[in-house]
């Protein structure tokens, strides 16, 4: 009875050890810990009837590194299984290439979950930047670094970027990134939360994005708004590029808003004090003032009369002589001498007379009076005439 116990026990222990063989096998990735570490290897127990060795060429591609720093005993580390042997030489493993796999599977569950994460630009290369990523190297053309246009890649050297991966190639380990894809959606989160946000006569900041021949778009955190060139300045003006520069964070005010259209009205001058505020304050009704020419068109022509203060001349209001059109005799630039026929500060409005002005009995007054302002005496008048004559 006893020998049958012991066969029975003998028979556990083989059918223990076998149970234990048929856990691990060649090409798999298993979980073991640091029994001991010399100059030349590391023994790994993975609860095999063996430990396996790991040699320094399998841990770490450089030579001259102390063992010492790369593992120390009791460290649990993954590893990949090189040969099954059944020998005295026990397993052979590899933890290089054990990371190799399991950074790769990261990457690809990165791939098919869509995730961001952040890698640092290594080096610059022929359309685009190379990234390290999980040890691995990962390209990311020019035309994915930005939203924008990229007008340099060294700009992006050493730099930390947000990216996702686009393009995958495991058996070429080939790996395309794409910042502009995440940019992209934070651009769309911000979007919808402006949009959720904004309402017309919001007083705002943004950032000139664009410049065009109408106007100025301006970048609001995710949407452009377009600043028409009539609302960037009181004064007249011919090119935006007189008021605003490109990267210039300006003040705007929002005039309106079209979500289905995408589009964004805003004003600059609006949020400036207007010359109209207390125009009646500064100027009456028959006053005669200076002004220059701003515009001219078939029906007359506007004259500034300060910045960003205007009035319109009609035709029938230049001249007493019939003109066929205000060019003929006008010109922009010219300054000339108005009077003001009537003022709408409400409407923004002012009526000129160019005409009355030359004519106005107070204009024509001036000619009798001295640079003092006082009246010009009979004597004053002739005396060049009245000099050389005598009275008895």
Known sequence: ?????????????????????????????????????????AVISIGYMVDGILPKNEICSEENINMEELLKVGDEIYVYIMSLNNGEDGLLLSKIKADEIRNWNKVEDSFKKGEAFDVIVKKVVKGGVLAELYGFRAFIPASQLSVKYVDNLNDFLNRTLAVKVIELDKNKHKIVLS???????????????????????????????????????????????????????????????????????????????????????????AMGNSPWDKVNERYKIDDIVKGTITKIINIGVFVEIEDGLEGFVHISEISQDHIVKPSDVLNIGDEVQVKILNIDADANRMSLSIKEAVDSPKENFKKYLNDSGDKITLGDLFKDKLKNMKFD
């Open 179 to 269: 910042r502009k894809e995440v940019e992209q959606l934070e651009l769309e989160k911000k979007a919808d939360q402006l949009w959720n946000n904004i309402h017309k006569g919001d007083k705002i900041e943004g950032i000139v994005s664009r410049i065009t021949g109408f106007g100025a778009f301006v970048d609001l955190g995710g949407v452009e708004g377009l600043v028409h060139i009539s609302q960037l300045s009181w004064k007249r003006i011919k090119n935006p590029a007189e008021v605003v520069s490109v990267g210039e964070r300006v003040k705007v005010c929002v005039m309106d808003t079209d979500r289905e259209r995408n589009r964004i009205s805003l004003s600059m001058k």
């Open 1 to 41: 009875m006893a020998c049958d116990k012991e066969v029975n026990s003998m028979d556990e222990v083989i059918d223990q050890i076998d149970s234990t063989m048929g856990n691990v096998k060649n090409g798999e990735i298993v979980k073991g810990k640091v029994i001991s570490v010399n100059d030349k290897e």
